[in-house]
């Protein structure tokens, strides 16, 4: 069974930054495509940023282009996420979540009715607040 287990979430003001881990562990780490989505109330899920593990190749949603980073540290089998410049329509709950033998596809195209029984890995949630 993988676990992921997210951290590093917060309050900020606006044009601050904040960086959130996920930790993986129970499969192996390098099969894996991993990425965030965030879900703010009454609003869509969205993907922001994936990672495949194998070979390093990134997404991100045009909203977070060049403010968000993400990158994994295989010695640690953790996945972080470096967001800059947060303005405070980044607001939401920020999920970590991975499918092995998968594409970043799996995050940038989820939606509000995909569950966490459609994923190896899903976590908690990370409230992320950025105050104007």
């Known amino acids: 069974e993988v676990q992921v287990v997210e951290s590093g979430g917060g309050l900020v003001q606006a044009g601050g930054s904040l960086r959130l881990s996920c930790a993986v562990s129970g499969s192996s780490f390098e099969d894996y495509a991993i990425g965030w989505f965030r879900q703010a109330p009454g609003k869509e899920r969205e993907g922001v940023a994936c990672?495949?593990?194998?070979?390093?190749?990134?997404s991100y949603s045009d909203s977070v282009e060049g403010r968000f980073t993400i990158s994994s540290d295989n010695a640690k089998n953790t996945v972080y996420l470096q967001m800059d410049s947060l303005k405070p329509e980044d607001t939401a709950v920020y999920y970590c979540?991975?499918?092995?033998?998968?594409?970043?596809?799996?995050?940038?195209?989820?939606?509000?009715?995909?569950?966490?029984?459609?994923?190896?890995?899903w976590g908690q949630g990370t409230q992320v607040t950025v105050s104007s």
């Open positions: 990672i495949t593990i194998e070979d390093g190749s990134t």
């Open positions: 979540v991975g499918d092995a033998y998968s594409t970043c596809g799996i995050v940038q195209y989820i939606t509000n009715s995909d569950s966490p029984d459609m994923y190896d890995a």
